[in-house]
């Protein structure tokens, strides 16, 4: 097993499908796309293993591909069953399929079902890849040193809390915890709440507990990639993570989008990968032809703020950043999991490892408000005059993610949503 998922007919730009909805051209859901997630119709029901096309929800066991609704048994499946089963969810998608009078039955509108966590989430480990992130956070504290020796060098990450990952859509309660104070901490809700846009990178099939995954390798264990916000506590986060790291400032709540998009349907999104000119070159467990080759996602991604006035009075949620993947990231989805597996660590089916924060280098490209807002210092001002350093209660806080590029069909992630509530 070695390389990139490669660009097949399921990317014909082309291809229409007979889901009308799914035809057009800013849709996330295209036939070119067919993202898996979890749905039911009501919360009395077990989940069901769907593929979104346009604006609807194809049941798979009712359309006659799958047998079982064990969303890690699906994406552990073979790298050559999973094309299998792409190419004949595109088959019959497609607009003049003879599958179209039997899978018609099998479709629910997407605003009629509950979406859920896409998978199960095993376990979660959140690294630290965007580079811009973590230069401009490290300026608030180190100015003069903002990047550790070893950021360079290593992939940082830190083991999270899999059982506060919740589904869009799900509020948020504002967290408490002890925040530093003079003379001594104090216990309090956190008045510096934040977003952090990330993306999550989903296992497909594990390896065994002491056999690395090697870099050219790396990418048939992943199945698919997500939306995520690993919502923090800027306040408890300083004063508790040292020496051994983030906990109550992290593991109270992180959101994620409820389509898995696939390593497949991204195939015509790579970019080419490397660390810039004079920087230390990855040591060679880290480094492998496919990876420089095609190891980046060109991933469009944007961060969308409403306020509880803005809803009242009908506004829409506004931009307050956008981003872009390849640019922000300065370790690959397949250096990641070469890393956490080096050690002989076992992954397994279902385990999530976030992004970190992908921040652009450009004004508002800030994927946290720590970053928009200078540490607090300098409030953004939103369209119907508001301002925000952090989140206020009744904010919702939306990520957004595509990919567009010529000879290639628009492809999206759907949204990842959350609204705070008031502190218990």
């Not at 504290?141 to 999270?160: A, E, S, T």
């Not at 400032?249 to 994620?256: E, I, L, R």
């Not at 005059?385 to 009744?394: A, I, N, V």
Request: glycine residues 10%; hydrophobic residues 40%; proline residues 8%.
């Amino acid at each position: 097993m070695s390389g990139t998922a490669a660009i097949d007919a399921t990317h014909d730009p082309a291809l229409a499908s007979w889901v009308e909805s799914a035809n057009t051209d800013d849709g996330d859901f295209t036939i070119q796309n067919l993202p898996f997630g979890r749905f039911r119709s009501n919360a009395n029901e077990d989940w069901r293993i769907g593929v979104a096309i346009g604006d609807q929800v194809l049941d798979l066991r009712l359309a006659g591909l799958i047998d079982h609704a064990d969303m890690h048994r699906l994406m552990a499946l073979p790298p050559a069953q999973r094309r299998a089963l792409r190419a004949a969810l595109s088959n019959g998608l497609q607009r003049g399929s003879a599958q179209e009078s039997a899978w018609r039955s099998a479709l629910r509108p997407m605003r009629s079902v509950e979406l859920g966590l896409p998978c199960p989430i095993r376990n979660y480990t959140d690294f630290y890849v965007g580079i811009h992130h973590a230069t401009a956070v490290g300026k608030l504290f180190r100015p003069d040193n903002p990047l550790l020796p070893n950021y360079k060098w290593v992939p940082i990450g830190y083991h999270g809390r899999a059982s506060s990952i919740i589904p869009s859509g799900q509020p948020v309660r504002r967290p408490r915890g002890q925040v530093a104070g003079d003379p001594a901490p104090r216990l309090a809700a956190t008045q510096r709440l934040d977003h952090e846009l990330e993306l999550g990178f989903l296992i497909g099939a594990g390896n065994a507990l002491g056999e690395p995954i090697t870099i050219d390798e790396a990418e048939q264990h992943l199945f698919g990639v997500t939306l995520f916000n690993d919502w923090s506590a800027r306040d408890v986060q300083p004063w508790e993570y040292q020496p051994l790291g983030p906990f109550l400032a992290k593991n109270f709540a992180s959101t994620v989008s409820p389509w898995i998009v696939t390593m497949e349907a991204l195939a015509p999104f790579r970019a080419s990968f490397a660390h810039p000119e004079g920087d230390p070159q990855p040591l060679p467990y880290l480094d492998g032809a496919a990876n420089r080759a095609a190891g980046a996602l060109d991933i469009q991604l944007e961060v969308r703020l409403q306020t509880a006035a803005m809803r009242e009075a009908g506004l829409p949620p506004t931009i307050i950043s956008r981003s872009n993947a390849a640019e922000a990231a300065y370790w690959t989805a397949a250096q990641l999991v070469a890393h956490h597996t080096v050690n002989g660590c076992n992954l397994q089916s279902g385990d999530l490892l976030g992004s970190g924060t992908l921040s652009g280098p450009r004004p508002g490209e800030s994927g946290s408000m720590l970053e928009l807002s200078a540490g607090g210092k300098q409030p953004i001002t939103l369209p119907n005059g508001e301002q925000r350093t952090f989140l206020e209660d009744g904010d919702t806080l939306i990520l957004a993610g595509h990919c567009e590029r010529a000879g290639a069909r628009r492809i999206g992630f759907g949204l990842c949503s959350g609204t705070v509530l008031p502190a218990a």
